[in-house]
């Protein structure tokens, strides 16, 4: 499985960015897939995930409210749509696949796209 992940940019606190993660090589739809984030100096830590149907959703707290992940299988792609963006929010993002059931832990997912930084100016 490969994936690419993309939108990350610069924007101002209170704005809006939506990055994207597309697939090629296996069947995107048959995969739980999920966003996870690390910051300099900090572990890669849980931001969202959705299930395989995309009938499940799952965020951390941090981000509930301001953040929406989807998925569109007939475009192999995924979404996160980020909203009232924090300093806090500033990380490189990944997205990630998991074969069998992803969790909110990193190494519960089995494919990483290379990363999309998100910088957020106060």
């Known amino acids: 499985v490969q994936l690419q992940a993309s939108g990350g940019g610069l924007v101002q606190a209170g704005g809006s960015l939506r990055l994207s993660c597309t697939t090629s090589?296996?069947?995107?739809?048959?995969?739980?897939m999920g966003w996870f984030r690390q910051a300099p100096g900090k572990v890669r830590e849980f931001v969202a995930l959705?299930?395989?149907?995309?009938?499940?959703?799952s965020y951390a707290d941090s981000v509930k409210g301001r953040f929406t992940i989807s998925r569109d299988n007939a475009k192999n792609t995924m979404y996160l749509e980020m909203n009232s963006l924090k300093p806090e929010d500033a990380a490189v993002y990944y997205c990630?696949?998991?074969?069998?059931?992803?969790?909110?832990?990193?190494?519960?997912?089995?494919?990483w796209g290379q990363g999309t930084q998100v910088t957020v100016s106060s």
């Open positions: 990630a696949v998991a074969n069998g059931e992803l969790r909110s832990s990193p190494s519960s997912a089995d494919y």
């Open positions: 090589g296996q069947s995107f739809s048959l995969y739980d």
């Open positions: 959705i299930n395989w149907r995309g009938t499940t959703t």
